[in-house]
């Protein structure tokens, strides 16, 4: 396969003024009319007329009416054209239904849909698929359908036909188009300029109980936008249309929005609490889209970070308003470590901005979004939150309208600033998370931290360069008040120390607070000035990690030395659960525990070799010890936090049912699953259900209710997934891979849907003692998956091939199978260019 270069970008050669298009939908054999000005760009060098396009059969090919004999290869078509303005026509055929990779156009459950992101459009007509060119569409669509969609504003519709015109320039990666028997679930909103905006959201007959949720959260976001960054939605219409076969959660369509369904539709009966918030957040990220991706797009594909990073950053803020800033900022961070850190520490780093890739959908990473994010925050917290408003008001006036790169980006806000970004420039050159580690000396009233920056070499960044890290640092006094406050300490150099004088006595430092930078640190704390600041720290998101921190110590010093758990964790925890004067949600959050991934990557950084099997016993042993220790507060903590009011999505009632079924899952460990029992019997909402399920499960109890509610649910799709997904993470680890052999032999285990493969395979490969059985049983049920998806789903397969990514964190027996099982993949004739890019990263 070929590779693409950052350092070759080169500007198309001509411009386009226009585009019409033209389906007549058919399942097999859907004919697609192009019409397009194009005018050759006045001082191009490549004058070279290149349309992508892939998988179509050319009908006919015309330039200012003359018919034209293209020369057509798998990737595209060029064509001798005149040194002026000319109008290409082209007739093609595409198949909807024979198209399983969920790329271009395709069929789910008896609806058209289409998702062209990155460059799924040239699956679709022949065209300059890159998002630098950017042109105004208009579209029409004939087929037997109630329901005929696409960008922008209607401008007729008739009997089976439709036609619709999206006044704003835009790629061809933001196209859509709908059609089937779908139902509208309408609703407005008015922006702040005084203009009325009809809503829709789109769904499949019978799935109308679903949409009010989703609704809501629109109008939230678009009102959020305007207030928070000013930005007014820009046609009469905004549509959101839920799609069953997906093979992401959402994508920003301009003016039509396509959602896998498992990310728009809800209801309590049906949705957990933590579907809700995703569904909300993910709504509002597509919505964000608009300024953030839509308006301003990217230059090229290796400046997809320019939309997601901002845009994931747009949505973390929103969540944290909506909801609970400290609970959104510490999930983050867990979920930065358990995706982005194995990412940028492993085989598959790379740089936010990538510099060269064979297959862009690769690239949809946890590095480009939520690192692409947390450099975001970083630029916000060093230039202040007013500079960063004037940078981002610049941002929009510069650049509307245009595809920009990380250079514009920066640009707004060196002109904002006066600021240098030069050296800032390398969160988004360089791969890896850098170490930081941090020693104290204290000297008569005066506290010098001494801090070390260090980014490990990796195949991307050969030598990693020191980084512009902002350092939130405060003092917590030894009475437990704060005697300095927040400072953000900006560092530059490898090494650098920063001085507090006119301290008393001796505080402890509460270093990287807020996780105010990416990366790893390491502080020389003894367990008693942590236990210190899991009591006192005024900074939520450091108390939360000084009792992570300490879980961790517990738990490698069981794991490396067989030692009990450390008692003063388990008191300082005990404390915080017990006060009832701190946020619930919060709470539930002290009573997790570091995963196990996270507990081999831990071990794997320190130079151990992780055994899975002892780090699955030790997380056992110590949640049977929290049950223990906290017997006796835990039956008050879940009767108070059990909810009686009727289900309410919000954050406050949803953080009273994750404490409450924080609690049952220890409880559980101590009762046989009585609880458990009780409270799946008397479940009137998914939250409650799925969790009395799950703990029933996992105590061995759980046959009676797996049945019942399988047969309660079995005609819901997403609830249906909730239920495979749920055996399988609750499994045993000793015969996880039969519970997923069994599963998949399930009459309803639908393997070419994306979400009930994910449900399946995805939890599978989650599943750290089950998946890395010693046997090599788990590496081989995963490879056949892989092997039976690829020709038919390229996007997803590739997507999961990531679960081999840490393999040389193991021992020699499980390298050998893995490497084993990667090679018997990478041997399948016509393995799709996107799994063999990434297996052959992972095997470096
Ligand atoms: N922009 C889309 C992702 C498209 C994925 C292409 N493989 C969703 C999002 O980030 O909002
Ligand atoms: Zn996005």
Redesign the pocket.
Known sequence: PQTIYLADYTPYGFIIDDVALHFDLDPRKTRVKSRISFRPTPDASDKTFFLHGENLSLVSAMIDGTPVSPEVTPQGLTCDVPDAPFVWEAEVEIDPMGNTAL?GLYMSNGMYCT?C??EGFRKITYYPDRPDVMAVFTVTINGPHPVLLSNGNPVSSGNDTAEWRDPWPKPAYLFALVAGDLVAHPGSFTTKSGRKVDLNLYVRPGDEGKCAFGMQALKDSMKWDEDVYGREYDLDLFNIVAVDDF??????NKGLNIFNSSAVLASPETSTDMNFERIEA?IA??YF?NWT?NRITCRDWFQLCL??GL?VYRDSQFTSDMRSAAVKRIGDVIDLRARQFPEDQGPLAHPVRPESFQE??NF?TATV?EKGAEVIGMLKLLVGDAAYSKALDLYFDRHDGQACTIEDWLQVFEDTTGRDLGQFKRWYSQAGTPQLSVTESWDHGTLTLHFKQHTPASAATADPQPYVLPIAVGLIGQDGDEVHETTVLEMTQAEQSFVFDDLGTRPVASVLRGFSAPVVLTQDLSDADRAHLLAHDTDPFNRWEQGRMLAYGSLLAMIREGKAPNKDWLAGIRAVIGDETLDPAYRALMLGLPSQSDLARALSEAGDTPDPDIIYAATEATRAAMADAFADLLPTLYRRHTVDAPFEPNAKQAGKRALSNAALSLLTRNDDGVLAQEQYDAADNMTQQLSALANLVRAGRGNKAVEAFEAQWKADRLVMDKWFGLQVMEADPEDAHEVVETLTKHPDFNWKNPNRFRAVLGAFAAHHAGFHHASGAGYRLLADWLIQLDPVNP?TTARMCSAFQTWKRYDADRQDMIKAELDRILSQPGLSRDTTEMLTRIRG
């Open positions: 790329e998702q992101e990155a093979n992401m959660g959402a994508m920003e993910i990220h597509e889209h991706g939309k997601e845009t862009i959908n949809y979004y996007q």
